[in-house]
């Protein structure tokens, strides 16, 4: 088994060995942030600005050019995972928009549990990397079950607006139980300035002020009407 020991650092050591170590490490993986919680979640930084009126899907910024509208992230793992495992190839295409909403990698109700946090994890550690090169970042949440309020909200920064995606549960009442614990989790951890809520509208009030995105399949259904 291989193992990469890290020397402390000091005089004795060779002269360039600890930044060419750091070099072997995705830039944003070695940032250093401020933590929160027993698994040490990176604190995103809060977000206070202009919400534009409409977001473009982070696969279709190669092709928009409508530069004050924002960017979403809430695709398939498989769209948005470039965004993570080459973070350096889309900061300069980001940094063109109003804003960016932090990366919503996905958590499952039946995913194991160490899948989720990474990607709790993968959420924070990517949006503190973008604050850190001058794009202007809306947190986001997401959870999956019910265990998962213990850990997945940690990170979050408070008194900011925060973003969900929110898609149409029916008529499940457990679904729809567990996606109000979760927001009223929320709202009680991190005392949200307000919640933009991308996709269908919330069918109860979360105690803060919300502000609507339709998503892409909203606004086809309304163009077939």
Known sequence: ????????????????????????MSPYVYQQNSVEGILD??????????????????SDTPRNKEYTAGVHCYQTDERINPLWSNPTKYVA????????????????????????????????K?????????IKVIPSASWGNADSLAYCFDGLPEKSIISIGHIAIGKDRQLKQL??????TLVEKKSPT??????????????????????????????RK
């Not at 088994?1 to 072997?24: T, V, Y």
């Not at 979640?41 to 982070?58: C, D, L, S």
């Not at 979360?206 to 502000?211: A, F, I, Q």
């Open 194 to 223: 307000g919640l933009l809520v991308y996709g269908s509208p919330l069918d109860f009030n979360p105690g803060v002020k919300v502000y609507y995105r339709k998503d892409r399949i909203m606004k086809l259904r309304e163009l």
């Open 179 to 184: 996606y109000r614990l979760a927001l009223e």
């Open 126 to 134: 990517l949006a503190n990397y973008w604050v850190s090169q001058g």
């Open 41 to 58: 979640m990176p604190i995103v930084a809060p977000y206070n600005g202009e919400i534009p009126t409409a977001f473009v899907q982070f």
């Open 1 to 24: 088994m291989h193992k990469i020991i890290f020397a402390s650092h000091d005089s004795s050591n060779e002269p360039g060995k600890l930044e060419f170590i750091r070099g072997l």
């Open 93 to 124: 295409r980001l940094k063109q928009y109003t804003c960016v909403i932090a990366p919503d990698f996905s958590l499952f109700l039946d995913l194991d549990k160490m899948a989720n946090l990474w990607n709790v994890y993968r959420n924070r």
